[in-house]
């Protein structure tokens, strides 16, 4: 059977905590290598990962393909506007041919409805880099970051200022899975999507929604925030107004417990939705969240292909 990783949920609890297991191992032990050498057991050697962006990417085009790289495989890049799935060529025609060619498929997209039928139609597995919906690879590197900066994640008080989009999806899936709490504080009209809260409220999470930021970040374990307009939206003046008081600088930190951490998945839009004081402060730790995203989507490759 085929193992998809569109969401969190289609590894399961013990299926994240496994692969963040791996995550943390296979980043020690390679700790002051060459970014580009392959790990002792090379464990994808000879396999070849076909990535396609219909958005732009950093993170994620780097960190796929380094992570290809350290597990002894490679990785191609395909964009939609230079590939025949930007003239026209079906998404099932796409899964079909990048089947024959490539042993797992990484897709960055907006409809998350693209990603549900890449994979309806591939037979090697599909990874979800991006959607509209969700951003599973992200979390993956949030829980990492989180851990290895000694914190649990069982019981874990994580709060959420600003946009409720996609990356918050995510996050609250992962609060049911691991069990943790979410405390969401969003402007009116902006919520995150009703079916992950009540999926993740039904795994034993609580998931509570403030409109006031610094009840939200009161005690916070974590906080965590992201841009206000995503890829693809207008830079829409009212949208900007709405989030204003959930900003996050140095008096709103004040609020979460002294040892809280700050979380942005970037890129940051300095001067909306975090400081600079906040993000280049002693308790941000997005640069190595950043860099986690490397060692996250290892275990989250070498999961989708049976080694974990």
Known sequence: MIRHFLSLSDAGGDGVAAMLGDAIDRKSARRGQPKGRPDADAPLAGH?????????????????????RQLGGSAVVLDSGTTQLGRGETIADTARVLSRMADAIMLRTDDHAKIEELAHHATV?????????SHPCQIMADLQTVIEHGKALPGLEVAWLGDGNNVLNSIVEAAGLMKFNVRIAVPQGYESDAGFIARAVADGARITLERDAAAAAAGADVIVTDTWISMGQAHAEAKLAAMAPYQVDAALMAHAKPDALFLHCLPAHRGEEVTDA??????SVVWDEAENRIHAQKAVLRWVLGQI
Request: charged share 20%; glycine share 6%.
């Open 48 to 68: 070849v990962l076909a990535m396609v962006f219909e958005k732009a990417s950093t993170r994620t085009r780097v960190s796929f393909d380094v992570a290809m």
């Open 125 to 133: 597995p599909v990874i979800n880099g991006l959607t509209d919906l």
């Open 278 to 283: 906040v993000i280049d402060g002693p308790r």
